[in-house]
């Protein structure tokens, strides 16, 4: 079943007197269980795009449904609800609370969702767990590497069980060694059946889709699946080229506590 429909969706800013068509007719179908990764040149329209997947935004025309409900007639009520429902978010700069500790920046969510503070706990620490941070969740995000930041947030996005996981440009602000770990992550969610699309300019990194979305100028240049390459092995050939050994965490483990 398509998890995202998207079909003829425009978008065009007003901008003063100038429109700006971001969106030129966009259409795709996204199954259930896909991983997807949306490239394209800058201005292209894939924060647009994605913006409208993620019920931030509506298209000007056209038509969205997203896990089967009709999400461009919805008033901003129904829209944060989606989001709650069914959406994780993870963006390229983390957007951390930065006074916070790991595990209250992943409680955040569950906390505007009223979820009681055990249960908030609870989760928070499972989330943690699943990417590998278990360790840390009393950390500052200024006491986390920059992986590790982009994992709180990962934790933060699956906190509420989503469908799916928006992530714009997760790797832009990662060395490349720790952008591969971050794609180790992002094939394991999938192999858990979480529906996942992610933009990237770097090729290296849609390699590690199972489809690859291409825009230019609003459109649609080209949609196509492929063998997704391996991001475990990726990781331990990259390790392996740099002649380190051990857990990527080292560097800070000396970190306080
Ligand atoms: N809020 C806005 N108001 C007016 N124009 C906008 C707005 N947001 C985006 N645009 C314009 O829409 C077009 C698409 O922008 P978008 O942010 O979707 O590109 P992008 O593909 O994400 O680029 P990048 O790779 O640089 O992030 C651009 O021409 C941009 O200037
Ligand atoms: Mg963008």
Known sequence: MAIVDVVDVTKIYALGDVEVHALRGVSM???AGEFVAVMGSSGSGKSTLMNILGCLDKPTTGEFRLAGELVSKMDSDGLARMRNRTLGFVFQSFNLLSRTTALENVELPLLYADVPA???HRRA???????GLGERMDHHPNQLSGGQQQRVAIARALVNQPKLILADEPTGNLDSETSIEMMTLFQELWSAGITIILVTHEPDIAAFAGRVVDMKDGRVRFDRRQQPADAKAALVESRAQRGASGEPDS??????A
């Open 29 to 31: 179908s996204i199954d």
């Open 118 to 120: 055990a249960e908030r």
């Open 125 to 131: 620490r499972e989330a943690l767990g699943r990417v």
């Open 251 to 256: 560097a800070v483990q000396e970190a306080p």
